[in-house]
C-alpha cells in the first residue's frame, strides 16, 4: 500500500520538532521592568565564551541557543545589571518570571539545578544585598555538604560564593561535589575567572592601545583602522606558541592586502623570556608584541584575559565577534568578516 506523502509530511513534523528541540535550549518568560529594553545571555560553549542579545517587548523576550554539555550561563540587561543565574542544556525549555528592581525575585522552571539555585537566591536574599560573605559561604557551603552530587552545587560555587579571602575554604567544597557533577564548562577557571568572564567589562569594545613590537618599537593599534583584528595571548613556552603559529600564518597568506591585523600579545612575565619565546621566527606577517605585565597590565587588564592562548577577534568598530581558547574558531570569525 503507498502510503500519501501529506501522511508522511504530517507523521514526520512531531519528529523534526523533537530532534529541533534536543539540538537547543530555549529560556523564555518576562522580567518585570524591563519594557522594551535588551537582554544578554552569556554563557560558555564550544571552548569559547557566547553571548546573544534579544530586546524585550513589555519585558516579555524568547532565547533560542545551543550547548551540548552542561553550561553556567548569566542572563542580564545590556547595561550589566544582573537577571539571573542558569544552567542551561540542549533540550531544556526555561520559564523565567524576574524583576529588574530585585534579582533575587527570580522563579524558574524547566531546568532543576537552575530552579534550586533561584531558590537559594531568594532564601538568602539579605545576604546577598548585603554582600555578607560570611553568611553566603556558610549557606553555600551547607548545601554543597548536602548535595555533593547536584550540578546546583557546582554553579553555586562557581557564580555565588564569595573567593577572596575564603580560598581554602572554596578549595575544599570543589573537591567535595562528584565530578560527573562537575561539568568542564561550568568549572573552567573556576570562580575567579568566570565572574571576570562573564563581566561586561570584558566584552566591552576594544580600546586603542599601544604595545612594544618584537624590533624594539612601538605600534600604536585601533581597530577602527581595520575591517576586522584578532588579538592572539600567547605563552612563553615556545612548543604551546608552535602548535598557534602555523595557523596565523595561514590567515596572514589568504588575507594578504585585506583590510585586516592580526596581533601577538606575548603573556611571558618579562621581555626576555618574550623574545625568548619567538627568537629564530622571523619570516612572520603579523606583528609581534609583549605588554608590561602581561594580562596584569592595565592596558590588557579589563579585557579579563583568563588564560593563554586566548583569542578576541574584534570588527571596524572594535566590538568583540569572539573570544575564546580556539584558534580555529578565532580563524573562522575572522575570515566571515572577508566572505
Known amino acids: 500500500m503507498k502510503i500519501p506523502s501529506l501522511l508522511i509530511a504530517t507523521l514526520l513534523i512531531p519528529l523534526l520538532w523533537a530532534c529541533d528541540s534536543e539540538q537547543k535550549f530555549t529560556i523564555e518568560g518576562e522580567v518585570k521592568g524591563a519594557g522594551a529594553r535588551t537582554l544578554t545571555l552569556t554563557y560558555l560553549a564550544d571552548g569559547g565564551l557566547k553571548r546573544i542579545s534579544v530586546p524585550a517587548v513589555d519585558g516579555v523576550f524568547a532565547i533560542s541557543a545551543a550547548s551540548t554539555v552542561p553550561s553556567l550561563a548569566t542572563l542580564a540587561m545590556s547595561d550589566g545589571t544582573p537577571i539571573g543565574t542558569l ?50 559561604n556558610r549557606s553555600i557551603a551547607q548545601l554543597i555538604a548536602d548535595n555533593t552530587s547536584d550540578i546546583a552545587s557546582t554553579a553555586l560555587l562557581v557564580s555565588q560564593f564569595h573567593t577572596e579571602g575564603y580560598e581554602p575554604l572554596a578549595d575544599s567544597l570543589f573537591t567535595i561535589i562528584d565530578t560527573s557533577a562537575r561539568p ?28 612594544y613590537e618584537y ?10 583602522s581595520y575591517t576586522a583584528s584578532m588579538l592572539c595571548f600567547l605563552p612563553e613556552n615556545k ?31 618579562d621581555s ?13 606577517n603579523w606583528f609581534r ?5 602581561t594580562v596584569a597590565s592595565p592596558i590588557i587588564r579589563r579585557l579579563a584575559i583568563p588564560r593563554s592562548p586566548y583569542f578576541i577577534v574584534a570588527d571596524g568598530q572594535g566590538t568583540q565577534i569572539y573570544r575564546g581558547s580556539s584558534v580555529k574558531a578565532a580563524e573562522r570569525n575572522l575570515l566571515s568578516k572577508f566572505d
Open 184 to 211: 568542564t564548562a561550568m568549572v573552567q577557571n573556576f570562580n575567579a575567572v568566570l565572574a571576570s568572564q562573564m563581566s561586561t567589562s570584558a566584552f566591552a569594545d576594544i580600546s586603542a592601545m599601544t604595545l
Open 215 to 224: 624590533r624594539d618599537s612601538l605600534i600604536n593599534y585601533n581597530p577602527r
Open 272 to 284: 626576555a623570556g618574550w623574545k625568548s619565546s619567538v627568537a629564530g621566527d622571523s619570516s612572520v
Open 289 to 293: 608584541t609583549w605588554a608590561p605585565g
Open 87 to 136: 544552567v542551561v542544556e540542549n533540550g531544556m525549555e526555561i520559564t523565567l518570571t524576574a524583576d529588574i528592581s530585585d534579582p533575587t525575585k527570580i522563579e524558574i522552571e524547566g531546568s532543576d539545578p537552575s530552579k534550586k539555585i533561584a531558590e537559594w537566591i531568594a532564601d538568602n536574599a539579605e545576604a546577598i544585598k548585603k554582600s555578607d560573605s560570611e553568611t553566603i
Open 239 to 269: 612548543t604551546a606558541r608552535d602548535t598557534i603559529t602555523p595557523t596565523l600564518r595561514q590567515i596572514t597568506d589568504r588575507l594578504t592586502d585585506r583590510p585586516f591585523t592580526v596581533i601577538e600579545i606575548s603573556t611571558a612575565a
